[in-house]
């Protein structure tokens, strides 16, 4: 098996405001969005604005990094707790919500994160809907 590694430039959204952002989760691609100017400029500028920043299992860690809303409740993938320095108030619930910021703790709690996303954008119902259609039960 051969694995491909690619190198994006992050241009969309450098000056755009979306109702969300969020990253997927992993050590390397958190480690990345973490050393990345232009994803904290966009969390950072998103945040400023209240609108929705997401992140789960690994990337939390970004948040820490670029200073993003310290002293708030926050859940990452347990093993990384250590990385965020204290400097939030850490969860063990599978998703937490503190005003803007949607954190999660990893693969397990992608569900229950991207529900939660969902009711936050479109409101109980549609997630209702959604779930229900999913056949998914908590």
């Not at 694995?3 to 979306?18: D, K, M, P, S």
């Not at 990337?59 to 670029?66: D, F, G, S, V």
Request: contains cysteine.
């Amino acid at each position: 098996k051969q694995w491909y590694q690619r190198r994006v430039a992050i241009t969309a959204g450098e000056n755009e405001l979306f109702d969300l952002v969020f990253v997927p989760g992993g050590l390397k691609a958190a480690e990345s969005f973490a050393a990345s100017k232009a994803v904290g400029d966009i969390y950072t500028r998103h945040n400023n604005q209240n609108k929705l920043i997401a992140c789960i299992c690994a990337t939390p860690i970004l948040l820490n990094e670029h200073k993003i809303n310290h002293g708030r409740q926050i859940t990452c993938y347990p093993a990384l707790a250590v990385r965020l320095d204290g400097n939030y108030k850490y969860s063990n619930d599978s998703v937490v919500v503190d005003g803007n910021m949607v954190t999660s703790r990893g693969p397990g709690t992608a569900f229950d994160y991207g529900l939660t996303l969902l009711e936050l954008l479109q409101g109980k119902e549609t997630k209702d809907e959604v779930a229900k259609a999913m056949l998914y039960t908590s």
